[in-house]
């Protein structure tokens, strides 16, 4: 499993720059992945906020510009080459100190004919912030180049400090215009049917909080990304959001789509997988999977209710009357469940599902009129962690 650390795990995508990038990447690891875009791009061409910037910005000279991402720089040059104002504003940003925000910016700028004149090794926000505000930077005229969401904090520190600031929003963002798929890997969220969801952006938090808080269910999403749901953010900004609300994001030191797939290949399986060992054989239970002896084992959400019921007590017998709450209700996929409840025979036929999948017999073992155990020593078994019961389908 070094190869697919994240195989046996369902990974939902909220991006909608990038996705089938992101995507790939979670793929490769061996993820399966849920697409639900969260927000939509305003086409730059027909971004009148845009453009009203842009002209704002070439009515006066400027001091520093500050430019935050490469594709969303080179974007804004060949949009306003179609609006007749590139040679303006490249006279403009020529004239001006560029600081950039990483090597992708940096790249684009000198792509662009310029240079920049300073580049903080974080990437980061704050060390632009600080460095701006080594100086007096009363009535200087500062522009900053957003990517699809703004930065509040830069933009009010640096207003208080006395500088004028521009802000230029390549790239803004929508909702969704089919929220469908959204709504859907909300209920997978809050069923626990999802292992992580992934954010690159700001206004995918928001959107999907939006969307949430219109069905009623932004608390139980929010206590399923504080639980047993994992929260992969791409970067701060992003992460902020969550963490507002009381969220513990991974994120990776460096803001980037192939640094946040490495993280979450490391962070869900040291929290999501458990391991036990069974009639002698070495079991992990993952997110819609089991890996027995090294061989990965896709399982069924009702049987795999019940496995991770017995896993919780390994050795010892757990009821049918207990199992049922546990097995999920009927109802549509990634919606609310019925009031109809399983009853005993849907625990057998569960748990017959379940010998199905593992493949291997004395696994799980019948102790007659009382239930089902784990043929294990509970002594030498790792138990498994807490996690809320299914709510999908049998």
């Known amino acids: 499993m070094n190869d697919e650390p994240l195989a046996g795990f369902t990974v939902g995508v909220t991006a909608a720059r990038r996705r089938e990038e992101l995507s790939a990447l979670l793929e490769r690891k061996g993820a399966r992945v849920v697409y639900a875009p969260a927000i939509r791009l305003v086409p730059l061409a027909d971004d009148v906020e845009l453009l009203d910037a842009t002209r704002e910005l070439l009515s006066r000279p400027v001091d520093d510009v500050i430019i935050t991402a490469g594709v969303g720089f080179r974007a804004w ?20 100190r560029i600081l950039t925000r990483g090597p992708r910016a940096r790249g684009a700028v000198r792509a662009a004919g310029m240079a920049e004149a300073w580049s903080p090794a974080s990437e980061s926000w704050e060390e632009i912030l600080r460095h701006l505000l080594e100086e007096d930077l009363t009535g200087r005229r500062i522009a900053i180049q957003l990517y699809g969401e703004p930065t509040p904090h830069l933009t009010n520190t640096l207003r208080r400090a006395g500088a004028e600031v521009v802000e230029i929003p390549v790239y803004r963002w929508a909702r969704t215009d089919d929220p469908t798929p959204l709504r859907r890997l909300l209920g997978q969220a809050v069923a626990g049917t999802v292992d992580a969801i992934t954010f690159t952006s700001a206004p995918a938090v928001a959107a999907m909080m939006a969307v949430a808080a219109e069905d ?112 999920p209700s009927r109802g549509l996929p990634g919606g609310p469940p019925s009031r109809q409840r399983p009853d005993e025979h849907a625990v057998e036929m569960a748990v017959a599902r379940l010998r199905r999948g593992l493949g291997r017999g004395g696994l799980v073992e019948t102790v007659v009129k009382r239930g089902y155990r784990l043929a294990c020593d509970p002594l030498f078994t790792e138990s498994l962690p807490d996690r809320p019961p299914l709510a999908e389908p049998l």
């Open 77 to 96: 040059l060949e949009t306003v080459e179609g609006w007749g104002l590139h040679e303006r504003l490249v006279k403009l940003l020529g004239d001006a």
């Open 216 to 327: 009623n269910l932004e608390a139980m999403l929010l206590d399923a990304l504080r639980t047993h749901v994992v929260a992969a953010c791409v970067g701060p900004v992003t992460a902020a959001p969550l963490q507002e609300r009381g969220v513990v994001p991974i994120s990776p030191e460096r803001a980037r789509l192939s640094a946040l797939v490495r993280a979450l290949a490391v962070e869900l399986p040291a929290r999501r997988a458990s391991r036990v060992a069974v009639h002698g054989h070495a079991l992990e239970l993952r997110g819609h999977a089991v890996v027995l002896d090294g061989q990965l084992k896709p399982i069924a959400p009702a049987p795999m209710a019940i496995l991770r019921a017995l896993a919780r007590r390994p050795g010892h017998v757990v009821s049918r009357a207990e199992l049922t709450s546990v097995l």
